[in-house]
């Protein structure tokens, strides 16, 4: 059995022992399931162990420890629904789940025996935690996104172009720069804080990364459109790992669905592959799109040699 769905299944496993604890089956019954399932467990005992601590906090009447971990037992409910390793997607994970499977991706690729034939392949949609972020989870990922540069992991972003980008870069005047990017008292708004991560985005991403762009708009590429934001890699056995459908979910955390579906992954790469050519390469598109103010601002930042 793949190492990551055993461990899946495992914490699957463990978790209807918690359930069933707490709508009080009997401990033989709870034993038999976990003797069952004896194959997707690293040890047996362990689970017991842990069946019987949970059974001491139960008796023993502390109110206090009891609700504790009642509400520790909705979280396990919620991840049952959403680790089913044979539906294509885990469904939307909580916020440190999804930063755990991109370090897994992480660390995938920088402990291959031969990382020079790995892979990037992502698509990012600039919400408001992206790039310009102090968030502990996203730091800690840009990390990790630099370690990939320095290595020389090849890399392709695609970078999905919104009206509000679209607009500011076709609009904009010096005034409006300014503000996003020199030190003022006024407040960035929405659409002005995606600006400020799109532009740190081209600051950041030199080197091995190659940026493309895609317009919200083109209905030839709603199928993957429709994914948002993504991150996947590949490995130098060809095997490819997936995690979509970014999205800001309503605590303010960026989170997404990891993919079980081999074909669902295989279509998307194949769909990304075809974006990311020579004549959708993102700063060109800029170029093509922006006030000449827009265009002095690249100059000053020597992301171009000419306007």
């Excluded at 600051?203 to 934001?229: H, M, P, R, W």
Aim: proline share 1%.
């Amino acid at each position: 059995m793949d190492y990551r769905l055993a461990t899946i299944v495992a914490g699957i496993t463990i978790q209807i022992v918690l359930i069933s604890v707490h709508i009080k089956q009997n401990t033989f019954q709870v034993q038999k399931m976990i003797e069952k399932n004896n194959n997707t467990l690293d040890s047996v005992q362990s689970s017991v162990k842990f069946l019987n601590e949970l059974d001491t906090i139960y008796v023993s009447g502390d109110e206090r420890r009891i609700s504790f971990t009642d509400r520790r037992l909705n979280k396990f409910k919620k991840a049952i629904e959403q680790y089913k390793p044979n539906n294509i997607t885990s469904g939307k994970l909580d916020i440190d789940t999804y930063y755990e499977e991109l370090y897994y991706m992480a660390s995938q690729v920088l402990n291959d025996p031969k990382i020079q034939d790995c892979s990037i392949w992502a698509m990012t949609t600039f919400y408001d935690l992206e790039w310009s972020s102090n968030d502990g989870w996203e730091k800690e990922w840009r990390r990790k996104l630099n370690e990939f540069s320095k290595v020389g992991i090849k890399t392709t972003r695609i970078c999905l172009l919104d009206n509000e980008i679209v607009s500011f870069l076709s609009s904009c005047n010096s005034k409006q720069i300014s503000k996003i990017f020199e030190k003022s008292s006024m407040p960035l708004n929405v659409s002005e804080r995606k600006i400020k991560n799109f532009i740190e985005y081209l600051q950041s991403s030199i080197g091995c990364t190659k940026s493309y762009f895609l317009y919200v708009n083109n209905t030839a590429y709603q199928d993957l459109i429709i994914e948002k934001g993504y991150f996947g890699i590949v490995l130098s056995d060809g095997k490819k790992f997936l995690t979509t459908r970014e999205i800001l979910n309503p605590t303010a955390g960026l989170t997404a669905e990891y993919v079980f579906d081999e074909k669902l992954i295989e279509d998307l790469y194949n769909l990304h592959n075809q974006v990311c050519i020579d004549s959708n390469e993102l700063l060109q598109e800029i170029l093509k799109i922006s006030t000449k103010e827009f265009k002095n601002f690249l100059l000053k930042l020597g992301l171009i040699t000419q306007c």
